[in-house]
């Protein structure tokens, strides 16, 4: 694997001023967020600026009240190929402490955002690339997507919590001790990822996941990705109570209403469909496109580099 750019390499392309240098790119359109990771001569490594930047993209989302979905996928030929070690040059362990909590918070802030968030992986999927598609709330991933969970190998600790809560335990032991590559088709096997399509078809896969889940009624959509999330991590009779608050909160709001008079005018002929962001039909959509399943998928694109590269890795 080619290594990861050094600090300060990062360089505008010609007639792209912002080229390499935003790290994080984002635009809305109709209810759906479009989030990209944006340093792909780097393959997208991770560095400090990175984490604070995707910190702050999600949390922004989080607040506008306008976004219905997001989708997250990488520019490159990798979705992300590690932590960029180069940074690291240097620095004393207060840095690197310091570094590493930035890199949490900017997963927490993609696993707590109120709004389903869809990680569309291709390529390389290493060390911190798995911690961003796990903190998603599930992945499809590129035929050729490969996974590799290095950290352990580069004297240091990573990917040890959400890898082993999607997978199981000894499964996450397995990949983390040997630092092999996964394949996509075992990630989807292990609930990486919860579906592999062909590299050509993934952005087409991922707006018509986006179509589905904008055109559900907010309200019980964000409730809904709430309740499985609170009651993951309790026992079935609070996860029912759980259950019955996010409920009672839709029956409050009176949305419910417009999603019986839907179901009502397609059992009678009437107009139905998925529709967009906003729209009056498709609420409630049960296809398999806004499954609240797997945390985490990837598409890694040549995990097949040597492990000397200082690009790839950790978090």
């Known amino acids: 694997m080619a290594d990861a750019e050094t600090p300060g390499a990062d360089t505008p392309g010609a007639g792209t001023p912002d080229a390499e240098t935003v790290r994080v790119r984002c635009d809305v359109a109709d209810g759906v967020a479009r989030v990209r990771l944006a340093r792909p001569r780097a393959r997208n490594a991770v560095d400090l600026e990175m984490c604070l930047r995707l910190r702050a993209?999600?949390?922004?989302?989080?607040?506008?009240?306008?976004?219905?979905?997001?989708?997250?996928?990488?520019?490159?030929?990798?979705?992300?190929a590690g932590a960029d070690l180069k940074e690291r040059a240097g620095r004393d362990a207060a840095w690197v402490r310091r570094r590493r909590q930035a890199s949490f918070a900017a997963y927490d802030a993609v696993e707590r955002c109120r709004r389903p968030v869809v990680a569309l992986v291709h390529g390389a999927v290493v060390g911190s690339g798995g911690e961003i598609t796990l903190a998603a709330d599930f992945a499809v991933a590129a035929e050729d997507t490969t996974f590799r969970f290095p950290e352990a190998h580069w004297g240091t600790v990573g990917a040890t919590q959400r890898l082993q809560r999607v997978i199981g335990r000894r499964r996450a032991k397995e990949l983390l001790f040997t630092n092999r590559v996964m394949p996509a088709a075992e990630a989807a096997d292990l609930g990486v990822v919860t579906r592999v399509v062909p590299g050509d078809r993934l952005a087409r896969a991922g707006e018509e996941i986006a179509a589905s889940i904008a055109g559900a009624p907010p309200l019980a959509m964000a409730l809904t990705k709430r309740a499985v999330d609170l009651g993951g991590e309790t026992d079935l009779d609070r996860g029912i109570r759980i259950e019955m608050a996010a409920i009672e909160q839709c029956l409050a709001d009176g949305g419910w209403?417009?999603?019986?008079?839907?179901?009502?005018?397609?059992?009678?002929?009437?107009?139905?469909?998925?529709?967009?962001?906003?729209?009056?039909?498709?609420?409630?959509?049960?296809?398999?496109?806004?499954?609240?399943?797997?945390?985490?998928?990837?598409?890694?694109?040549?995990?097949?580099?040597?492990?000397?590269?200082?690009?790839?890795e950790e978090k």
Request: glycine residues 26%; charged residues 30%.
């Open 57 to 80: 993209v999600f949390e922004d989302l989080d607040a506008d009240d306008d976004v219905r979905v997001v989708l997250l996928s990488a520019e490159g030929p990798a979705f992300c």
């Open 257 to 312: 209403r417009e999603g019986v008079d839907r179901f009502a005018r397609r059992r009678d002929g009437g107009q139905g469909g998925t529709g967009g962001p906003g729209g009056t039909d498709g609420a409630g959509s049960t296809d398999g496109h806004g499954g609240t399943d797997g945390h985490g998928s990837t598409d890694g694109h040549g995990s097949t580099d040597g492990h000397g590269s200082t690009e790839e």
